[in-house]
């Protein structure tokens, strides 16, 4: 595809620079992704200064594997985030990372996406379908807008760790879903299941706190 | 699973992380899509879930490393150069 294509080229212009010792580049691409390193260490220890710490441990990791590093196996940026994910998991397991909100951190969750009592019963003729309407929420209404933004920061950040991981790299970093599969090492139908649980977690999870009847 | 015009919300529910990442065949999209225009509670519920997903951006910041993080790196990256070069 045209966009693979274009970023390939980048990747290999990107590369070339790295490995010519060009400074420059370097700092330009700590420029755009320190920020989402650090955000994505924090899903796993509990300090700004420890995901500093291992942001850097990353970038250290990065440039010794660049001579090693196959464009035709990962983008650079997947195979940085990679890196940053296996720093921060072996970090995090060391901290001890807790879980506030023990109605998200089930890991082992199997269960229904949303609690049956929601729907009609079975044996009803309208089985199935919403016994009361969801509670509408807005994030965007100014009243609860710092409020929307704190909760929405809780729940994503206490989700179970295979969720939270997609969440925060799909849906806060932006990647795409080839993307997170490279840099989680994810099939596309694992990746799916476990994004659509995260966000119906965190969206179940705003519904109970800010959601009004309908 | 099965989507057809008779649908349940539950089912709907379900199928949703499918549907919102386009992974649904042709007949499954247009019987989730009907279903969406006909019932208020599943089409709120997937309006929240879309708010939800496009909220969670919003947390990206645009912050830059400050000026002793950058310093550490081109450290970092200096001696790595110096490690490569002086490999045999």
Wanted: charged content about 30%; aromatic content about 6%.
């Amino acid at each position: 595809m045209a966009r693979d294509h274009a970023q390939h080229e980048c990747d290999l212009q990107l590369l070339a620079a790295l490995r010519a010792g060009d400074e420059r580049a370097f700092l330009t691409l700590v420029r755009a992704q320190h920020g989402a390193l650090i955000r994505v260490a924090l899903g796993y220890v509990r300090e700004a200064t420890i995901a500093e710490e291992v942001a850097q441990e990353a970038w250290a990791g990065f440039l010794e594997s660049l001579p090693r590093f196959q464009p035709e196996a990962a983008t650079v940026k997947t195979w940085l985030f990679r890196i940053l994910i296996n720093c921060a998991r072996a970090r995090g397991r060391n901290e001890r990372r807790s879980v506030p909100l023990s109605a998200l951190a089930s890991e082992a969750d199997e269960g229904p996406l949303v609690s049956p009592e929601r729907f009609v019963p079975e044996g009803h003729v309208w089985a199935g379908h919403w016994s009361s309407a969801p509670r509408k929420f807005v994030l965007d209404d100014p009243a609860v807008s710092r409020e929307a933004r704190e909760l929405l920061t809780e729940a994503i950040y206490s989700l179970p760790e295979s969720q939270r991981e997609v969440m925060i790299l799909r849906d806060v970093e932006g990647l795409d879903a080839d993307e997170v599969c490279s840099a989680l090492a994810l099939s596309e139908p694992n990746q799916r299941v476990l994004l659509h649980r995260a966000r119906t977690k965190v969206r179940n999870y705003l519904e109970a706190r800010l959601g009004k009847e309908a | 699973m099965a989507i057809d015009a008779h649908v349940r919300c539950d089912e709907i529910v379900t199928a949703l992380g499918d549907f919102l990442e386009r992974a649904l065949g042709p007949e499954e999209t247009e019987a989730v899509e009907q279903h969406l225009v006909i019932c208020v509670g599943c089409a709120a519920y997937v309006a929240e879930l879309r708010t939800t997903t496009a909220r969670a951006s919003s947390l990206r910041t645009a912050d830059e490393p400050d000026e002793r993080t950058l310093s550490c790196l081109r450290a970092l990256f200096a001696t790595q150069r110096a490690t490569d070069e002086g490999e045999p």
